[in-house]
């Protein structure tokens, strides 16, 4: 990631100069990170949408303000995550007052691109599996396992210990992995 | 450590020196356990290779992502120059959250009893007309310290939680000046709703 994070430094850098472009190309290296994370995490195209287009706001209006105390893209999955996180509780709280739908996210196998897994149906398992995760344990699993970040990165992005995160990995890993079966 | 926590950190690569040792010697005398770690490392990488995408191919999803990107752009472009604060959404909060407690709390103070239908009578005819009042006593009049309301929205949610429980805050929700407990939630800004979900909280 050093390599992205010096890329980064230069973006931003750049848009804080008031290089309009920078953002985009800042949004394009990104992109596909972003909606990944909350599609993982929110089990629905549409849902991944929102959240990713809401994070890239976000990121526009407070992006003067970076003070490169985080790399960027530590920086980006962290609200990323967040807004996720708020989605879910969102959704919880539309479903407890009993107007929301009541079922977990539409799972839109059709649209997904599959070719990775053996078939579409182990794709939507796994899709569903995810939505099973308690949802710390899910943003732990997701970073870990599909992002590929260190413990230490997701500390940071998650203000929880490592010894804490790592128990989280475990757990979701045995529950997906049983789920799977 | 069991031993299958033990292989997930092996694949993990997150054990020590001495407990991938011991994994490794393992591995090395006992064919079922290789047998299990195989299996677990076949489940491993596949999973490793879930990766969602917007659409069915890869010109449809360059399409998806420069849309969004538009998208983007559309939603900066219409912001104002200076960003403005929420603050009516949550002000609206505050007030309804206030007046619940204040008429509804001498009513109802057993905190996991569902609320009975006298006291859905009371809260009607004395809280909802007098919660209307009060609301526009807070967004009309300077009297009220708004700022202060808003500041101390945990605690009245905390209180809420504590003394009303979760049944009440729905049926004043739902009995208040809005037609239903979803006008209000419309009202509340992300925060308030991350929020009042923690407080009551919901269960996944």
Redesign the interface.
């Known amino acids: 990631m050093k390599e992205s994070t010096e890329e980064d430094k230069i973006l931003v850098q750049e848009f804080i100069d008031g290089k309009e472009e920078a953002f985009n190309r800042l949004m394009i290296k990104y992109q596909r990170k972003v909606y990944s994370i909350a599609r993982k995490m929110l089990g629905d195209h549409d849902e991944a949408n929102d959240v990713s287009q809401e994070v890239f706001l976000v990121v526009y209006n407070k992006l003067k303000g970076f003070r490169f105390e985080s790399s960027f893209y530590t920086w980006i999955y962290r609200i990323t995550v967040t807004r996720s996180l708020n989605a879910i509780k969102k959704n919880k709280l539309r479903r407890f007052f009993g107007f929301g739908n009541d079922n977990q996210p539409e799972i839109r196998t059709e649209e997904g691109v599959t070719g990775a897994m053996e078939s579409k149906e182990e794709f939507a398992k796994l899709e569903k599996s995810l939505q099973k995760l308690p949802a710390k344990q899910r943003e732990v699993f997701i970073l870990r396992h599909f992002e590929e970040l260190s413990y230490e990165e997701i500390s940071q992005i998650t203000q929880t210990s490592v010894g804490a995160l790592k128990a989280n990995y475990f757990h979701a890993f045995n529950k997906i992995e049983q789920l799977m079966r | 450590m069991d031993r299958?926590?033990l292989f997930?950190?092996y694949l993990?690569n997150?054990l020590t020196p001495a407990q991938s040792r011991e994994v490794e010697q393992l591995l090395t005398t006992d064919g079922n356990a290789r047998s299990e770690m195989d299996a677990?490392r076949a489940?491993?990488n596949?999973?490793?290779?879930?990766?969602?995408?917007?659409?069915?191919?890869s010109s449809e999803?360059n399409d998806f992502?420069v849309s969004?990107?538009m998208?983007?752009?559309k939603?900066?472009e219409k912001?104002p120059a200076t960003?403005q604060i929420p603050f009516r959404a949550g002000l609206t909060f505050a007030a309804t959250l206030i007046a619940v407690l204040f008429f509804t709390l001498p009513q109802m103070n057993t905190s996991e009893t569902p609320i009975t239908v006298s006291e859905v009578r009371v809260f009607e005819e004395v809280a909802a007309p007098s919660m209307l009042t009060f609301e526009n006593e807070v967004s009309y009049s300077s009297t009220v310290d708004a700022v202060a309301l808003q500041e101390s929205l945990p605690e009245i949610n905390n209180l809420i939680a504590e003394h009303l429980g979760?049944d009440a805050v729905?049926e004043a929700?739902y009995h208040s000046e809005y037609s239903?407990?979803?006008d209000l939630?419309a009202e509340l800004s992300?925060e308030e709703?991350?929020l009042?979900?923690?407080n009551?909280e919901?269960q996944?």
Do not use: C, H, M, W
């Open positions: 299958k926590t997930i950190g993990d997150s677990l489940r491993f596949a999973i490793k290779k879930y990766s969602p995408e917007p659409a069915n191919n999803v992502y969004q990107l998208e983007v752009r939603k900066i912001q960003l979760a729905k929700a239903s407990a979803q939630l992300d709703i991350v009042l979900a923690d009551l919901i996944q």
